[in-house]
């Protein structure tokens, strides 16, 4: 089994934290697992979250005290060199979680080509200055129809910017239970299409269901996902884990469901 997604900055760069998440992937039979970082995390990436922080009071103080917290990439890739260079009983990958922003695609594209990480993930966490997935109250008088057809055309865009081996957690807009208006099929069938084009994995993400809610449905739904598989599209179970503890979590019923959804 693989965990594609999980997050290690809640500790040090250090291997004994970086031996935590291994121990955990061990003991739940995983047998790879990628590694990343948010571009929140850097000051390298900081200049593309003006929108961001403009949007509202609340989002202003949320990067504000993720920017007390910033690190640089190039601390980053001091510990990937040195954990690099031992031998572990299982595979690992390390790599970035880019918020894409098509304005800043020339940004994005200079800073990760200057690193050698094994993949960049590229996720929509903003429609145009919004954060949809902070608070349940944000989404007060938001035009549902509208921001849904934005953050799906934000992800055709991420996907043909080519700067991406991998899609996170493909409709995680629904994390607060908003549904689309309409049917999205026509537009799901785009994005699969555009993952095969530009050869990259979309993730069978299991985020919502361990950060939000048990409530919230495990994994894509069931529309996307079978047109994904369909599709042929490369498709990569993801914890989304933000703790030691939490690697591998849902891992094996993400990816049942994907195996039944296939027969």
């Not at 949007?55 to 917290?69: A, C, I, P, V």
């Not at 939000?212 to 599209?233: D, P, Q, T």
């Amino acid at each position: 089994m693989i965990d594609c997604h999980i997050h290690i900055e809640r500790g040090p760069y250090t291997l004994e934290w970086l031996e935590q998440f291994i121990a955990t992937a061990v003991s739940r039979d995983i047998e790879e697992i990628y590694l990343l970082e948010h571009s929140h995390r850097f000051h390298e990436f900081k200049p593309m979250y003006q929108n961001v922080r403009a949007y509202n009071s609340y989002q202003r103080e949320w990067l504000e005290h993720k920017s007390r917290e910033c690190r640089s990439i190039e601390d980053y890739m001091a510990f990937i060199s040195q954990a690099r260079k031992l031998s572990y009983p299982i595979k690992i990958k390390f790599g970035l979680e880019v918020c894409y922003f098509e304005e800043a695609e020339a940004l994005i594209r200079e800073i990760i080509g200057q690193y050698p990480f094994d993949f960049v993930t590229g996720s929509v966490h903003w429609v145009d200055g919004f954060g949809f997935d902070h608070k349940k109250e944000l989404w007060d008088n938001v035009d549902l129809h509208h921001t849904y057809l934005r953050y799906y055309k934000i992800m055709q865009n991420l996907i043909k910017s080519g700067l991406f081996t991998g899609l996170a957690h493909p409709d995680s807009i629904k994390c607060f239970g908003h549904q689309a208006p309409f049917d999205l099929s026509d537009i799901y069938d785009n994005i699969a299409d555009l993952l095969m084009e530009y050869q990259m994995y979309a993730e069978q993400s299991g985020g919502l269901h361990l950060n939000y809610s048990r409530e919230c449905e495990l994994g894509m739904n069931a529309k996307m996902k079978r047109i994904f598989l369909e599709k042929g599209v490369h498709i990569l179970t993801a914890s989304d884990a933000h703790r030691p503890e939490d690697v591998g979590a849902n891992i094996a019923d993400l990816a049942r469901l994907l195996e039944n959804s296939s027969l």
